[in-house]
């Protein structure tokens, strides 16, 4: 069974769940947090970002949520997530582009830093507004 190494609350991870999803490809989450720079991790992706996706059985490890998707765009056929000819991917790869960007920027880098940054490094509580303010985004 293919593996998602990643955390819930990365958005890249999150992008590669739901493109799995859609295609119907059977997968598990295994937790893996970036900063803790573990080297199980770094042997599988040195760059040390997730998400990473393996396949035990067959050694297959990919890197980069936008080379899995399309990794997997090409071995299934079913609901295909980029498009029929060049000009559709084109389209769909400035989207992508586009929405990694500004997902990034306005919800999953404020929402990592409140849930994850205050409670691991400073000990605080997050800040509510800050929530909801990236909620809204």
Same mark, same amino acid.
């Given at each position: 069974?293919?593996?998602?190494?990643?955390?819930?609350?990365?958005?890249?991870?999150? =992008?590669?769940?739901?493109? %799995?999803? +859609? =295609?119907?490809?059977?997968?598990? %989450?295994?937790?893996?947090?970036?900063?803790? /720079? %573990?080297?199980?991790?770094?042997?599988?992706?040195p760059?040390?970002?997730?998400?990473v996706?393996?396949?035990?059985? *067959?050694?297959?490890?990919?890197?980069? *949520? /936008?080379?899995?998707l399309?990794?997997?765009?090409?071995?299934?056929? &079913?609901?295909?997530?980029?498009? *029929?000819?060049?000009? +559709?991917?084109? +389209?769909?790869?400035?989207?992508?582009?586009?929405?990694?960007? =500004?997902?990034?920027? +306005?919800?999953?880098?404020?929402?990592? &830093?409140?849930?994850?940054?205050?409670?691991?490094?400073?000990?605080?509580?997050?800040?509510?507004?800050?929530?909801r303010?990236?909620? &809204?985004?």
């Amino acid at each position: 069974m293919w593996q998602i190494h990643g955390y819930a609350l990365c958005a890249f991870t999150r =992008k590669v769940r739901l493109g %799995l999803a +859609e =295609k119907r490809v059977a997968f598990e %989450l295994v937790e893996v947090f970036p900063w803790e /720079n %573990l080297p199980a991790f770094l042997a599988r992706n040195p760059a040390g970002f997730t998400p990473v996706v393996t396949e035990p059985d *067959s050694r297959i490890v990919l890197a980069d *949520s /936008n080379a899995i998707l399309e990794y997997f765009d090409e071995i299934q056929e &079913q609901a295909p997530l980029f498009g *029929s000819g060049p000009a +559709e991917r084109a +389209e769909v790869r400035r989207l992508i582009a586009w929405f990694d960007q =500004k997902f990034y920027a +306005e919800v999953g880098l404020p929402y990592l &830093q409140e849930r994850m940054w205050h409670r691991l490094f400073t000990h605080q509580a997050p800040d509510g507004t800050v929530l909801r303010h990236a909620h &809204q985004a």
